[in-house]
């Protein structure tokens, strides 16, 4: 059943609230944004010509996966957690050297807190103090993952409209992939119970820095993976999220692809989430869903199953004033770093916030 309309009074609350966290510039209407990839010139200068305002980029240390599943560092980045002033300073010049803003960074790995090994307690010192430093930086997002591994062997590519290729996902393809020694096992419970012990140290130092966190869900959302349970792959583990710390600080990345292909509503889940204002960052992407949490093909942003109208009217109705981001476009021919299918993305998405 679809939650009703926030009232007038809820929804000026839930404004007054977004206005606590997340930097004075997120207030308002939804903004678009682009991923920045590797910030050079050429990548910021398209962002720039599309008209779009603001960035989102992977901060110091961001992880990247192999192709196992591994959380890893991206080639060629050799920062130390936790993030510097001096770094985070220098990467908002460059971004604001083109025009644009940086609204979203996604957080360094933390892998032994995840993993319940040693470290753990050094590992969540680090992520409160890069959550401080961009709290001063002026960062309003802080984006993160929260898995053992990412469950990467599902992933294949067929063909889309006019030779265009969409990736797409069957749990069939990884459902018996042996557990990676050096990984091990890691079960539901043990997942979240160190993530619960992680957001209680974390969300208090985000309230006070004025730094909204979002942690994304699993994807892809298959339920288990080499061993490894995926407590984010469903958006009951989402909802437990943001029970677990009642905040505006402890929300979500809120995906409209991964949430219908974990089998939900999208409108009425964005809804729930948008209510508690626990929606701190938007992934906006469609999907054409077979099996849910197992088998899907990422599309066009106008060939799937979501009205991604009717989400953007969902979003626009809880008062949502952060930042929505095209995501997993279509890889165009002769075209591969898609510039062609990020352009169409943006496109599609200006057309239809006019007509909120």
């Known amino acids: 059943m679809i939650a009703p309309m926030l009232s007038r009074r809820s929804l000026l609350a839930s404004m007054a609230a977004s206005a606590a966290f997340g930097g004075e510039e997120l207030k308002g209407g939804i903004k678009l944004t682009m991923p920045g990839g590797n910030l050079s010139d050429e990548s910021l200068r398209f962002i720039a010509h599309l008209g779009v305002e603001w960035v989102t980029a992977g901060g110091p240390g961001a992880p990247t996966y192999t192709p196992e599943g591994r959380v890893v560092r991206a080639s060629g980045d050799y920062s130390e957690a936790p993030w510097k002033e001096e770094q985070l300073r220098r990467l908002k010049e460059r971004v604001e050297g083109f025009g644009l803003k940086v609204g979203n960074l996604m957080l360094h790995d933390f892998r032994d807190a995840i993993l319940g090994r040693p470290g753990a307690d050094r590992d969540i010192e680090k992520v409160c103090e890069s959550i401080r430093v961009a709290g001063k930086v002026g960062i309003p997002i802080v984006e993160y993952n929260w898995y053992a591994l990412r469950a990467m062997g599902g992933y294949y590519k067929e063909p889309g409209r006019g030779g265009s290729l969409l990736a797409a996902h069957d749990y069939d393809r990884s459902r018996e992939l042996p557990v990676l020694p050096d ?65 505006p600080a402890n929300g979500i990345t809120f995906d409209t692809g991964v949430t219908r292909e974990m089998g939900f509503n999208v409108i009425e889940n964005i809804r729930w989430f948008g209510g508690r204002d626990q929606i701190n960052h938007v992934h906006f992407r469609n999907v054409v869903m077979r099996v849910p949490r197992e088998k899907y093909t990422e599309t066009f942003i106008d060939a799937g199953d979501n009205d991604m109208l009717a989400c953007l009217r969902a979003l626009h109705s809880t008062g949502y004033p952060r930042l929505l981001h095209p995501d997993h476009v279509p890889q165009l021919p002769d075209d591969p770093l898609s510039r062609g299918g990020w352009g169409y993305a943006v496109g599609q998405i200006k057309a239809m916030m006019r007509q909120l």
């Open 183 to 247: 990984i091990g096992e890691h079960s539901a419970a043990q997942l979240w119970e160190r993530y619960e012990r992680f957001l209680k140290a974390v969300v208090p130092v985000a309230e006070r820095a004025g730094v909204r966190l979002a942690v994304h869900p699993n994807d892809p959302p298959p339920p288990r993976y080499r061993g490894t349970e995926q407590i984010l792959g469903s958006v009951d583990g989402l909802r437990r999220v943001c029970e677990i710390v009642k905040s």
